[in-house]
């Protein structure tokens, strides 16, 4: 039953039964999470169906503009989403103590792993510079 898919206005769901028997199911190839339920396929179609208006009538509410599902999903989220950037994680002198100490612990011999990390903390800290409270 996991092969089946739902499909209204542009966008697929997907059909699966939970452990209690109900069916349950996802809108696939957008980032948001949206779910659906029913205890019938019946009811899923219109969760399904629900839960897509819903969205729509959501973003419209609030000017934005909804997402619209991907036939490529993985490079749509490669492209949207931000690169992994360790300075972001870089809070506290704590964080950037752990940080080098793990990268020293990581280096290769050439110490590049060891610049890179001081270079990610020197640039934690002048963000934390700039910020205003």
């Known amino acids: 039953m996991s092969n089946e898919k739902l499909s209204y206005k542009g966008y697929e769901g997907s059909v699966e039964v939970s452990p209690d028997g109900r069916f349950t199911g996802k809108v ?6 949206l779910i659906y339920e029913g205890l019938t ?3 899923l179609q219109d969760a399904f169906q ?4 819903a969205y729509l009538d959501y973003c419209s509410s609030k000017s934005i503009r909804a997402e619209k ?9 490669t492209k949207l989403c931000k690169p992994y950037d360790p ?3 870089l809070e506290s002198e704590e964080d ?13 011999g050439d110490g590049s792993l060891k610049k890179a990390a001081a270079l990610d903390i020197e640039k934690a800290r002048g963000r934390k510079r700039k910020k205003v409270f």
């Open 69 to 77: 599902p991907s036939s490529f999903p993985d490079v749509l989220s």
């Open 28 to 33: 696939l190839d957008i980032r948001c999470g």
């Open 87 to 89: 300075v972001d994680f």
């Open 96 to 108: 950037c103590a752990l940080y080098l100490h793990f990268c020293a612990e990581e280096d290769l």
């Open 50 to 53: 629900s839960v897509i208006d």
């Open 41 to 43: 396929l019946l009811e």
